[in-house]
């Protein structure tokens, strides 16, 4: 078995990153995710791993583009303004078919905002910040192990697919402490020579990685091979959970991450009251589990999708219900996390 | 009556800016917008404007961000992976309750894609390609003539919100020559005073613009605050047009900018053959005319949407129609535009 | 007559620059010179000029290098560490053969030292802390009067021999306070049309600005000619000052800038006491006026160098000298000012 | 005994620094240095040394400082634009008292000015072309051997005196292939507990390098010291070569480095006319061997100084004569280099 220990979300999963064979990290700091450019800045030289603090974030995701070329497992992460600035770097990565994975511990937003919890990072994850026809797959944990699971199913993703890969975390999971166990191996990287550039190979190698392709008929075949690359993400990749499905609940809760946690517990406290809620909470937010979640809907009074936001997946739940019945929201903006009382009040409201 | 002259649809948008009273433009250069920073970089010093060429595209969202904070019109432009490196500051402007312009000629994406024109900037434009709970008005032309009169609609409406405004051209309608009619005057820039900083005024003058909010009762206060304007933007700002739409048309076309041109000569072809079809062209992207395409879809067998791109507003049309009728789908990626036989051929596919 | 003010070194140099026609000011901040800058910040716009706060020194002295090829009065400040960023600029500027201002309000070094006085760039500034074979002529100021007059002065040696021109002041007469005269008019700027680019002008015009020549005989003909206009400059541009140079002193001290303010006490307060002193005070760095001091030199027993530094123009005394009599160095590191009676008792010490 | 091998001087340069054990190198490419830079990119992956292309010059020397500060042997290298960026992080790094070496393989200049070999950055070698009172030991190779040989010894001298070195090579050296034979090991690093920063050392350790000393009377008191070791340096590491002094030659001429080489043919070839000419190369630039030259110069008719530039070294030489007998300059600009008829007929006039 592999060790168990007390960690905080940020440093499990730059540990889960090393332990899976990631040797090269480049970022900028920022809060609420410093303890993980912290923990790679102290680890890397440990393992004779690459730990680069770039001269910004722009500098820092176009090293991710240059290290993944090269055929290497690599990693950078930041917090939801320094996201930003990497969005054209991830659709070149997205665009070259690269492998690189991207953790975003999100803070409170627009703007410099804050550092507490949020979710308003939603909409760039999932429907891609950058530019161009493209999307990212999207990891939402919930637990801090969860945190740390995703970063080796992360480089997984990344290498089956060769596409950047998003852990969408949070300030709360980021610097949360929860007892974390790691394996005592992980899958290795895939052999690298499918997509890296190679000085000592075949002639028929890949010396060029490239975005740019003038003609638009080129560009139009790239673009239809990479969202067939997508079908498959979406027929292979979606995960979710639920909870207390059997029951013979009126009402579907949808949440996810830290908001997950706290519907849970909802859930919890309602039954024992004798209501009854579903839950379901999806894991993958791209591909989201839209089947998974108009199957859960089914039959139901309504749907409750509760986010820390303004709105965001509701949109995915509603593309997914389509009017098979109302889809209500409740949402906090700020940071302001729900109390368990605070969020039973408000659902109780919307069912009664 | 105004002057009506030939212009690329680039020029016309810088011009018509600076007939606003656009006197400030920082940008860094990218094709296919090429024509509107040279523009600025010739006419600017003319009017005694300030041009300026930035040293990258993150320093001129700042600079966009630092000029509106001080009271003046200020616009930038770029092409989609210039857009994407302003993310950050985008998001920055719209906590901060600036007015902006931004203007975003569309090349083919993602990565460096190609010069040619697409509408695959559709999701980052609408849903916030930066970080945190935001909207941005975004306005979507189909002629040069609107190209140009969106100039000081996208003033107008930053100033009487205070909120940064994107224009979503593409590099088609950049780069084509129209005639274009431009007004004796625009309507003046509303009294900065409720925005800006100011050294000469009353005590209680705002002296501090800002997005950082620790505390995170006082950023949900704000969040709550901006999404009340953004409801008051939603009541006063929607703008589509319709096309055919008295006709007993079974289907439902919707398509923006350069896809409806094309969309349109289609239900023209299509009329002649007998086939009506009716068209709704959102003219507003964000906020979208959701009741308005709800209310075309009404008793349709079908409805029917066209873009540039691999399919990204289709996401709104299923919304708004949410359930009520099948939603299909017509697209091309790669900056690859429909000739009028292929789009009449595809859609009469999919009536058929 | 002109207007008198009471004025910091670093405004009236500002206001000089400004009365004398500059309209174009590129730098980024840096104390001692901060009044300089905040200056150019605050009165630039009032006269329709171009206050830009680069995003580096380097930034500042390539935009002043663009601003002179367009054939403005251009200038731009800093002190030390960002005088060093200037080099490479600073050399492109002179192998450009354009006219421009730097200020070097010079601060304690080396590396980010203090804010003191001192006088320890004299080497960067009179042999090309920059690479290549060139030389920048070198004002060095002693009051507040002749920091402001040397704006205008340096203004036409750079256009007059078409180089870059360096006031050298320091941390004390940047920030000391002493009345100063601004005359009702300055001397024009001479015709740009002999260096500027120009779009509408003849055919022969000068349409590219270069200091690249690929051909070591065309970068050697350019290099002579080079040479040429700094004989030029040696044969009308020398400057110096003499003081109690008509009595029989038996010992010659050279000084510049401030540290000729404190000799020049000394000189007086030893003359009270029966001891002659001759005094000459370089105010043309480079080029040297070697053959006054040599001439100064001539007959006397010793010749005494006074630098704020550990000893750098010393090098250009003994070479005027050169071996004709002893030459001795008083100086001092780190900013520390000679106090009037410590000086005396220095000079009596190399006297006696 | 070592290797022998066929190299250029870039290459043998690089080559030696990592046997020397130099395993941090930080650069940015620039002609004629290219060679050098690409073999520590090929070289250092092998030897789990950190190559790093910095994007900029400036943050080039930024991070060799920071290295040195960290206790490893570090090296930069560039050609004379791109040694000016670097001379704020030059003098920061003499103030900050620590080891370091820079090569720089002189290109023509000023400004881009060419690729051809030059001398013309002696003054901004040797006078500090960064700010403040400092000065960096300076070596002249001549040949591709004693080029490779310096890099060991430069680390010796950075680190037994805790100064930046550079070594002052030019084009032609970096390019030329020659035989270069290398030992079997080097002298091994010293202890760098002196001067670096550590972490589980001793509470006395030294935990801040810093160059910023507000107080005039401490920084005063950093720089008697640095001179103190200034004045070592010019007692023990002081460094020429003769050649045909026995004879009784009438001229002495001075040159270093390729110049040198120019020189001593020209030696060879007027003596076998009959014609004596006693020569001194100096090989350490700064310090100077003022003393040997002086020595070298008594009861010379003349003595003759020959450059690769217009005259920069010439000061030294007539520093170092004295007006003990006429100096006099033969150079060339622009990257030209004398041929060996050229170069004897330019002397036989200055002896004539």
Redesign the interface.
């Known amino acids: 078995m592999g060790k168990k220990v007390l960690m905080k979300g940020n440093e499990a999963v730059a540990e889960a990153a090393i332990l899976a064979g990631c040797r090269h990290y480049f970022a900028y700091p920022i809060t609420p995710q410093s303890e993980l450019i912290e923990y790679m800045a102290k680890k890397m030289p440990l393992v004779?791993g690459t730990f680069?603090q770039a001269?910004?974030e722009?500098?820092a995701i176009n090293m991710v583009l240059g290290a993944a070329a090269c055929g290497v497992r690599v990693m950078t992460s930041s917090s939801?303004?320094?996201?930003?600035?990497k969005?054209?770097g991830i659709?070149?990565i997205?665009?070259?078919r690269l492998p690189a994975v991207i953790v975003n511990v999100?803070r409170?937003?627009?703007?410099?905002?804050?550092?507490?919890p949020?979710q308003?990072?939603y909409?760039?994850a999932t429907?891609?910040?950058?530019?161009?026809?493209?999307y990212t797959p999207v990891l939402s944990p919930s637990t801090v192990q969860e945190f740390a699971d995703m970063a080796p199913l992360a480089f997984e993703i990344a290498e089956k697919y060769l596409t950047p890969v998003m852990i969408l975390g949070d300030g709360m999971l980021g610097q949360m402490m929860e007892p974390v166990e790691f394996p005592d191996a992980y899958p290795p990287q895939k052999d690298p020579s499918e997509w890296a550039l190679g000085a000592r190979r075949t002639p028929d190698d890949r010396h060029i990685i490239?975005?740019?392709?003038?003609?638009?008929?080129?560009?139009?075949?790239?673009?239809?091979t990479l969202?067939k690359v997508y079908e498959e993400i979406k027929k292979n990749e979606i995960r979710y959970e639920t909870y207390n499905m059997d029951s013979d609940a009126k009402y579907l809760i949808v949440a996810h991450g830290t908001a997950a946690r706290v519907a849970k517990s909802a859930v919890d406290a309602l039954k024992e009251e004798g209501v009854e809620l579903a839950l379901i909470r999806p894991i993958t937010l791209w591909p989201y589990p839209y089947d998974a979640v108009a199957e859960a809907a089914k039959g139901k009074e309504k749907v409750i999708t509760i986010e820390l936001?303004?709105g965001?997946m509701v949109?995915d739940v509603?593309?997914a219900v389509?009017?098979?019945c109302p889809v209500e929201f409740i949402g906090?903006?700020?940071?302001?996390v729900f109390t368990p009382e605070e969020i039973v009040s408000l659902i109780r409201e919307k069912i009664s």
């Open positions: 004779d680069l001269e910004s722009v500098a939801s303004p320094g996201i930003s600035l969005q054209e659709s070149y997205a665009a070259s999100t409170g937003g627009p703007g410099l905002g804050n550092i507490a949020m308003c990072d909409f760039q429907r891609g910040g950058g530019h161009g026809d493209y490239n975005s740019l392709y003038i003609d638009p008929y080129v560009l139009q075949e790239k673009t239809e969202f936001s303004m965001q949109e509603k593309l389509c009017g098979e906090k903006a700020g940071g302001v």
